[in-house]
Each structure stands twice: as structure tokens, then as C-alpha cells.
């Protein structure tokens, strides 16, 4: 059986909302999970049981077949005893305490040689290690991030749990920290759990995405497979009407990024920052689409040709898939798609401007 | 000079401020984690010796502690001594009558450490005694260090429970101020003028270091 983190709880606030949270998913190869959701739905509720700070009303928790908490056999775990590593939303570094006395925090159990040497270790793999001798008042938010993810890595956690972690981040340190943190979680090996109710955020650091809504998973997947194929109307609302795709880039040229994605291939800006995978983003409404035979030359990048393989009717709106190699979805009104004879099987030609594909990268 | 006063009240204040600094940090750190009920009641008992006459608590101590009660009768078998016009005696009503000068400056300190740095102490998997070790008194030393001043200078000036728990016997339980009193009723003006004097320049040395030491930013972490 593989090991999975599952989880069940219910928790009532006196004059606020009740969160009834339940989702399981593997602690396999796919690391970072990301909870999302918009504030109030829950997220910071969910991460404080797993982390032991808060003891749910009900429900139970387990890691890898071990009891964290479990109402009913009245188990609850203290966090001292979990083996986690908690990134908090402002860092919480300890002010009085050197750099190195903070990343060496949780080692206390072991000898001062084999802590100093572990210090050093992590301090190095994280790029901080100039760092170690200064006090937490005189670092730059990106470096107290920093800081804060090599001391809950210190002590080697079985799990890794972030709260927001980029939103206390002025927006260019953000930028320059998404690609580098994904690395960082990456290279760390330690299964992570990430709130946040930033998609950008969501679409950088997560494999896997889990949506809260109004204190309830609603769907748990792969992240472009939620972002793209929303189970119901209220999830699509939350996580937007976005095509996400993952894709791979293939060339530069004139200062646009020309990415696969499944077998088509679409011409992006060039965000910087793409080595390799990044996820293409284009929103529904930014899809145009035309008959197959419309030979009137346009300023778009992106011409793809393919097939309507679905149409779902939402009010004054419509949304068309259309395979082009990949699945796309475009949000058109209903006289158009009247206009066009928009049903599956019609050949229509899809079009989007560069700028409307917004690349995501994958790596720093 | 009353020289043997003098050494009394600063080893009565000094011992004073030992025992409420053991006692009263774990009283002040349950009344800020402590999630019970009764709190309220704890705190008001706590807070009492600050609004009643030192004579009413000196008066309880007396009946609930002399020779003819229980407890005074256990307090003699582990002392040696009947509780009233001891030493010890008077150290037990010291540190009654100044609890609330020290347990709520620790209190207030202690509350005032951002909870999410004790919360990253646990995760970090440090327990909850090593984190108010590691962090939490650390961080609140300021305020600590001002409850233990104030519960130093507040004995050094008590009377009214001194000279009912403990009487006036030079050397054993005679004090400062009690010495002053004494001064005072034989008309030795100037003795009493030099005692009062000495008096007035120590409480008055202390609180300016508590003002000054509350007044700076706390502490000075970043420069160092």
C-alpha cells in the first residue's frame, strides 16, 4: 500500500464558519500539494491541524498509516512529535537568535559538532551560508524566506507544511522567489503541503492541487488538470476559466517563447525565467474562433485549427472545447456560436494573441 | 545608621524577589497559555494584596498561620519556630503582599511574545518548557527584570504586614521602615531623617532603572 496523507477533520469557531476539510493523496513522487482557495475557505484551518497546532473538533488525521489525531481514540499527536517543518506566512524567525542559531533551532538533540555540521549543510544547499552570522532584523524578506525554509529543513521533517509562503514578499522578490522556492521543494525531497489563494503561486510550486471551498475539498488533481477541467460551476469559479497546460519550451525568437503543448504548438511572451517546462495559461475568453475555411489574414500568433469536441451552454455564454492537439477551451457568446454552428464535430480555426498566453515556469 | 535594619530589608527583598521570581514566572506563564475557566478568580486573588491594608493580610496570616492552626502548627514542625515574629515568617508575607508586583509585569511580558515564534519553537520539535527557556523568556527579559525590580523595591518599603507578622525585633525582623517608625515615636529626627533619606534614594534609583529599562526599545538584538 502506498503511503498517503489523509485527512478528515471538522472544526466549529464560535461566531465564524464550520470546516469539515476531508482529502487524501499519495506521499509519492509528486511532492508539492497545493491547498487553494480563496480567504475564509479554510486553508490555514486545515494546515494548523496538520501541523499539530490546533486540535480539530472531530474527524481524524493520518500520515503514512501513522495517527496523527483521531477524535474517537482520542489520539492527538503534539507537533513537537510529528516531524514537520512549518513555513510560516511572515517567517516567525526568532529575533534574538543569530542566523545559524535559527537554522540550528531544531537540532538540539543533537551533539553541538554534528549540529554546527548540519547547519553548515543546509546552509549551503539553501544559499545562505553568508548569511549565518547575521541577526534576523537586518535580512531582506527573500533571504528571511530563505532563512525560515533551511530551519524547517534543518531537522530533516518528514513533511513540510507552507502557509502563503510568498504573499509577505514585495511583488519583484516574489517573482524572483516562485521558480526558486519550486527548486528548493524539488531538491528538498520532503513531501510539502502549500496554502495559498494565488493561482500564479498555485501553478508554480504545486503538482498537485486541492481546492477549498467554504471549509470542503471539492477536488483534488493533478494542478493544469483542475485549473483546466473544473468539476463543477463554483471550483471554475475560484480557480478561473483557464486553459493550463503543461508545456515544454522548444524555441526563442524576437522575444517570444515557442512551447509545446500535447501536440500543438502555441507562441507565448517570453516571460523569462522558462528553462525548460512551464505551464501555458490562456483564458477562456481570450479564444477566438472562426470557420475552418476563413482565410482573412489576422495580427494573432496562434492559429490552430481543429475540431469542436464539446459545447456546454452557460447562459448568455458558451464554452466550446475545441481540439487542436490540445484541448481548448474558448468562452464565446451564444449568437456566435449559433452564428458558426459551433457543435462537436465542426472544424474551426482557434486564435490567440502572444500575449495572451501567459507562461508559467516550471524551474528556476 | 541602622546598619543592621538596612542588611535586613535587603536580604528580606532580596530573598523576596528570589521566591516570587520561581514562583510567581510559572503562575504569570499559566494565566497567559491557560484556557480554564476559573482564571478570573486566580487573577483576582493575585491582584488583592494591591487593594487591601496590609493589616488585613498581615491579620489572616496571623490567625491562619499562628501556633493554634493546623497549618501554623505544620509550618512549626518544618521550621523549628512558631510562623509569627520570624524571619521566615516574614519572607512568606513578603512575598504574598508583592505577588501582584510581579506577576503581572511577567504576565504582561510574557503575553506580549508573538505566539507564532512559540508555535515555530514546537514545530521545530523544542517542548513547551524548552520553548519558554529558549524563547519565550528570552524575548520578555525586560518585563521579567522590571516585576522582579518592583517586587524588590515594594518590599524594601513595606510596613503595615512587617510590623504585624513579624513584630520589631532588631536584627530578626526589625526593617527599614519599621526602624524609621521607631525613630520616629522616640523623636530621634535626625536618625529618622538619615533612614527616610537612604529610603527615598533606593526606591527612588530603582524605579528609574525600571522606567528606563521599559522606556528603551527593549533590547538591541540587531546591532550586535
Redo the contacts between chains.
Sequence with gaps: MERALTFDVARRFPRGPTIRARASWPLGREAVTVLFGPSGSGKTTVLRAL???DRPDAGAISFGGEAWFDADRRVFV?????????L?Q?H?L???LSVAANVG??L??LPRAARAARVAEVAERIGIRELLPR?P??LSGGQRQRVALA??LA?RPRLLLLDEPLSALDAPTREALRGELRHLLEASGVPAVVVTHDRTEALALGDRLAVLLDGTVRQVGPVHEVFSAPVDAEVARVVGTENVFPSRLLRRHDGLAVVRAGAAELVALDPGGVEDEAYACVRAEDVVLEPHDGEHATSAQNRLAGVVAARRDEGPLVRITVDVGVRLVALVTRASAERLGLVAGREVTAMVKAPSVRLVPRRA | MDAAALALSLKLAGLTTLVLLAVGLPLAWWLTVSRFRGKVLVEAVVALPLVLPPTVLGFYLLTGLGPRSPAGRAFEALAGHPFPFSFAGLLVASVLYSLPFAVQPFAAALAGV?R??V?????????RL?TFL??TL??AWPGVLAGAVLSFAHTLGEFGVVLMVGGNIPGKTRTLAVAIFDHVEALEYAAAHRTAGLLLAISFGVLTLVYALQRRPA?R??E?
Design positions: 501541523a499539530g497546532l503534539p507537533p513537537q512529535a510529528r516531524g514537520i517543518g512549518l510560516f511572515d516567525a526568532f529575533p534574538h533551532y531544531g538540539h538533540r541577526r532584523g537586518q530551519r524547517a531537522p | 508573538d507564532r515564534l508555535e515555530a519553537s514546537h514545530t521545530l520539535g523544542v517542548s524548552g529558549r524563547v528570552p524575548l533590547f538584538w540587531n550586535r
